[in-house]
């Protein structure tokens, strides 16, 4: 008697074909494999390494620490935001380039003639090869900009301006690499 009183619970009965309708629908899942990042990245588990050569300082303007700088950046994020091993060379991914770029123009011309802002920009040309899948090579340039004011002499912002013109440029990079949206 308890036994027929058990199987006529309506509520066993759910939960007796739930549980082997979701253990079915949890195999294609767990069948194909796509590493994903809070980055947003996608990177395919082939892929373990990244090469990130220095990128030389080829702009007119040459600041000394701007190439290190950069590179470090670029080296920096990609190991803080994906699982990849940074290595000298021939990484599954390889990022190599150079610094093409670096002008200071003015911006807001005054009725006085004078600017009342002045723009640094920063450009970059990159070469991104992806050893596991050669559809996603890509080469191109990035550039960006900060505007400070005309006021303040550029040796007393160009670090704070180089770090954030800097960070914008490595996540743009970064973004058209790993992130396929």
């Not at 996608?42 to 700088?69: D, E, M, Q, W």
């Not at 003015?106 to 991104?128: C, D, H, W, Y």
Request: glycine fraction near 4%; charge should be neutral; include cysteine.
């Amino acid at each position: 008697m308890l036994k027929q009183n058990f199987y006529r619970h309506p509520g066993v009965l759910r939960l007796a074909w739930i549980v082997p309708v979701m253990f079915l629908l949890m195999l294609p899942v767990n069948s194909c494999k796509v590493t994903y990042s809070f980055t947003g990245a996608s990177i395919s588990p082939n892929v373990k390494t990244v090469s990130i050569a220095y990128f030389p300082n080829n702009a007119g303007l040459i600041v000394p620490t701007l190439s290190r700088t950069f590179t470090d950046a670029l080296r920096d994020y990609f190991t803080s935001h994906t699982n990849l091993v940074l290595v000298n060379q021939n990484g599954d991914l390889s990022v190599d380039g150079a610094i093409i770029q670096y002008a200071v123009v003015p911006v807001a011309i005054q009725g006085n003639e004078t600017a009342a802002m002045n723009r640094l920009t920063i450009g970059v040309s990159v070469k991104f090869t992806n050893r596991t899948d050669p559809k996603q090579n890509w080469e191109t340039s990035f550039s960006r900009y900060e505007d400070y004011s005309s006021a303040n002499n550029l040796i007393t912002v160009q670090d704070g301006l180089i770090q954030d013109i800097t960070d914008y440029l490595v996540q743009d990079i970064f973004n058209k690499a790993v992130v396929n949206w």
